[in-house]
C-alpha cells in the first residue's frame, strides 16, 4: 500500500484524518507496528486516544490490524498521551501507541509510538512506513481487552511523587482536550481550589487551540486567572504531553522559565545537571549556573531532550515548547499535568507566589519567531548553506540546528521537522540590541541565500 511520505515525521506521524490518514491507513500501520513489536519477543501493546472527532474511528483500525499480528491490546479509551506513557510501565506492556495530532487543528490526527518505555526514533519511524508499505505482515490471534481503572493508578502515582504543603487556587485551561478529564481532579485531590476552563471535551476546540506557545491561546488564562484573583493557571496541549503557566500578576511564562521556576528551588535542596534545548533562554542559563546546578544544551525535539535527561542523569529538563522531563524513575516523560504539580511543589517549598519567583528569573528581550517557508525538500539543503555561512563568522552550536552566540545576545537558525519551513528566534539583553541581532542574521541569510531567495526557494521579504 503506498502511504503518503508527509505524514511520517520525525517524532510521530500525522496527517490530515479520512484524507492521507485514514482507517485503511491505520489498519497497515497497525499491522506494520505489530509485527516489529512482536519481533522483538513482545506483543503486549496499549492504545489510547485523544478527543478528536476522528479519533474513536481510527483507534478501532488500529487495533485491528494489531489484533490481526497477534497482539495483546489494551485499550485504555480516551487519556492524555503521558498515561499511555504510564500504561506502558504500570501494565508492563510491550509498547504503546497514543492516537492524537497534539495540538494541531481539529481535521488532523496523528499516532505517538512506543517501544517499550521509549519513543520510537526518527528511524525508527521510517522502518515502519517501508513496512506499512511493503510488507509481509506477521499473522497471528491476537486479543482486546479494556482498561478503564488507569485514571486512579496514575492520578495516585503522582500524589505519591509531590509534597505540598499548602492549598492553592488554581485555573485549569484544557483547551478542550484530554487533560480536561484528569487534570481539575488532581488538583482537587492535591487540596486546590480548582476553577475549570474548557475542560469539557470537545475534538472540535470551539474556543482556542490546545497550544499553550502561542500566546492568543492564552489569552483567557491570563483573564481568569486575574477575574478570580488565583494564584496561578495552568494551560495545556491537546494530548496534555506540554504545560503552559500563568502567574498571579497574569504573567505568561514559556517553558523554559517554568523549567527555571523548578529548578531554581530544586538546586537549593540538590546539586546537579539541567537540560535545555537549543530554543531555550539564556534566563534559564542564568538560573542553573547561579543555582550551582550544571547546564546541558540539548537539540531542540523532546525525544533529544528526554535522552540528553536520561543520560546526564539530570534533575529536569525541557524544552521553550513546554515539554519538561524530570529525572524520575517512573514519570521519565513529559507529562504536563505532572510538571504541574511539581510546580505546586516548588511554590509550597519557596513559600512565594509565582509572580515573586518569576521575578527573580533574569529576563532577555525576545521577539516572535520569524517562519520562512521552505519546502520539505529544500530546506536541509538551505541548513547546509547557512551552517557553512555562519560557521565561518560566529560561534557557533550544532545541535540540529544552529545556535549563534552573540555579545549580550544569541540567534537560533534551524529547519522544522514538522511543517516546511526554517525558524528564527533572537534573544537579546535590551530591546535595541534585540533589534541589532534581528538585522544582522536578516542580513547575513539574506547574503547567503540571495539565490534561492530570488527563486522562491526561501520565502523572505514580508516575513520579518
Not at 509534597?163 to 483547551?175: H, L, M, P, Q, T
Not at 552573540?406 to 537579546?428: C, K, M, N, Q, Y
Request: negative net charge; glycine residues 12%; charged residues 25%.
Amino acid at each position: 500500500m503506498r502511504l503518503d511520505p508527509t505524514i511520517f515525521r520525525q517524532y510521530d506521524i500525522r496527517g490530515v484524518a479520512w484524507e492521507n490518514l485514514h482507517p485503511q491507513v491505520c489498519t497497515v500501520l497497525g499491522a506494520a507496528y505489530g509485527t516489529m513489536i512482536n519481533e522483538g519477543g513482545g506483543g503486549k501493546v496499549v492504545v489510547g486516544r485523544d478527543g478528536r472527532t476522528s479519533s474513536p474511528d481510527l483507534s478501532r483500525a488500529l487495533i485491528s490490524g494489531l489484533v490481526g499480528t497477534g497482539c495483546r491490546v489494551i485499550d485504555v479509551g480516551v487519556v492524555t498521551t503521558p498515561m499511555v506513557y504510564f500504561a506502558v510501565k504500570h501494565l508492563s506492556a510491550d509498547g504503546a501507541i497514543a492516537v492524537t495530532a497534539s495540538h494541531n487543528p481539529p481535521q488532523y490526527n496523528g499516532l505517538k509510538l512506543r517501544k517499550g518505555p521509549l519513543p520510537f526514533t526518527g528511524d525508527e519511524i521510517q522502518q515502519l512506513r517501508e513496512l506499512a508499505e511493503a510488507g509481509p505482515f506477521r499473522e497471528g490471534t491476537g486479543t482486546l481487552s479494556r482498561d478503564r481503572r488507569l485514571e486512579d493508578a496514575y492520578l495516585t502515582a503522582i500524589e505519591q511523587r509531590v509534597e505540598i504543603g499548602e492549598s492553592f487556587k488554581v485555573v485549569v485551561d484544557a483547551g478542550n482536550g484530554a487533560t480536561g478529564l484528569v487534570a481539575p481532579d488532581l488538583f482537587r485531590r492535591l487540596g486546590c481550589e480548582v476553577i475549570e476552563l474548557y475542560c469539557d471535551l470537545d475534538g472540535r476546540f470551539p474556543h482556542h487551540l490546545p497550544d499553550p506557545s502561542e500566546t492568543k491561546n492564552m489569552q483567557d488564562l491570563v483573564a481568569a486567572v486575574r477575574e478570580n484573583q488565583a494564584d496561578l493557571g495552568f494551560a495545556y496541549d491537546g494530548d496534555g504531553d506540554r504545560l503552559g503557566l500563568v502567574t498571579d500578576s497574569g504573567e505568561i511564562l514559556s517553558g523554559d522559565l517554568i523549567v527555571a521556576l523548578i529548578a531554581g528551588q530544586m538546586l537549593k535542596r540538590q546539586r546537579g545537571v539541567v537540560v535545555f534545548d537549543l530554543l531555550s533562554s539564556r534566563s534559564l542559563v542564568d538560573v542553573i549556573e547561579d543555582g550551582g546546578g550544571v547546564p546541558r544544551m540539548a537539540p531542540t525535539g523532546y525525544t533529544r531532550v528526554m535522552a540528553e535527561v536520561k543520560d546526564s542523569q539530570a534533575l529536569i529538563g525541557g524544552e521553550a515548547s513546554g515539554h519538561i522531563f524530570f529525572g524520575d524513575d517512573l514519570f521519565d516523560f513529559d507529562d504536563g499535568i505532572f510538571a504541574s504539580a511539581r510546580v505546586l511543589e516548588a511554590l509550597s517549598k519557596a513559600g512565594r507566589k509565582p509572580s515573586e519567583l518569576a521575578a527573580g528569573i533574569p529576563r532577555y528581550c525576545s521577539a516572535p519567531e520569524v517562519k520562512l517557508p521552505c519546502a520539505d525538500e529544500h530546506k536541509f539543503e538551505v541548513m547546509d548553506r547557512l551552517r557553512e555561512h555562519f560557521g565561518q563568522r560566529f560561534p557557533l552550536v550544532d545541535l540540529d540546528g544552529l545556535r549563534l552566540e552573540l555579545e549580550d545576545g544569541w540567534a537560533s537558525v534551524r529547519a522544522s521537522h514538522t511543517t516546511p519551513s526554517i525558524g528564527v528566534v533572537f534573544e537579546a539583553r535590551t530591546l535595541e540590541r534585540l533589534d541589532e541581532v534581528k538585522a544582522l542574521i536578516r542580513d547575513e541569510i539574506a547574503e547567503c541565500c540571495a539565490r534561492e531567495i530570488a527563486s522562491g526557494v526561501l520565502g523572505f521579504e514580508g516575513y520579518w
